[in-house]
């Protein structure tokens, strides 16, 4: 496995396809787990639990049917305070309208979505969309 995030965000759009009402996502991992706490704050996702077996971290996540589409953003663009607020075209296209849905954002002050990284004035790395 390459990317673990791509995997677990194609892994919950493919259970909220088939209207499952969970997804267990193999394997957890720190980035995984705080791009989901960012999920669930904006309340796509409901609660999730982390499951060390081991060999593997496993999280088993509670899927609400509020997820039309999310994905990984690759390349990583970088995006400064003013991007944030006006969202330029190479990150806009992930989004079906700049009110809806979220671009989840690495800052230094930790993974947030693009909304509140914009209300505390700071730039970061776009990893993911959800919307």
Not at 52 to 68: A, I, P, T
Not at 98 to 123: C, D, F, P, Q, Y
Request: a positive charge; one cysteine or more; glycine letters at 8%.
């Amino acid at each position: 496995m390459v990317n673990p995030l791509s995997n677990a965000l194609t892994t919950i759009y493919n259970n909220e396809a088939r209207r499952h009402n969970q997804a267990i996502i193999m394997p957890g991992s720190k980035l995984v787990i705080n791009v989901l706490r960012v999920m669930q704050k904006e309340g796509y996702i409901g609660e999730f639990e982390q499951i060390d077996d081991g060999r593997w971290s496993k999280v088993v996540v509670q899927l609400l049917g509020r997820v039309n589409k999310c994905g990984p953003i690759t390349p990583r663009y970088s995006l400064s305070y003013r991007d944030m607020i006006s969202l330029p075209d190479h990150v806009r296209k992930y989004l079906p309208s700049k009110e809806i849905g979220i671009i989840i954002v690495s800052t230094s002050k930790g993974i947030m979505s693009h909304k509140l990284a914009a209300a505390n004035r700071l730039g970061g790395v776009a990893l993911g969309y959800v919307f």
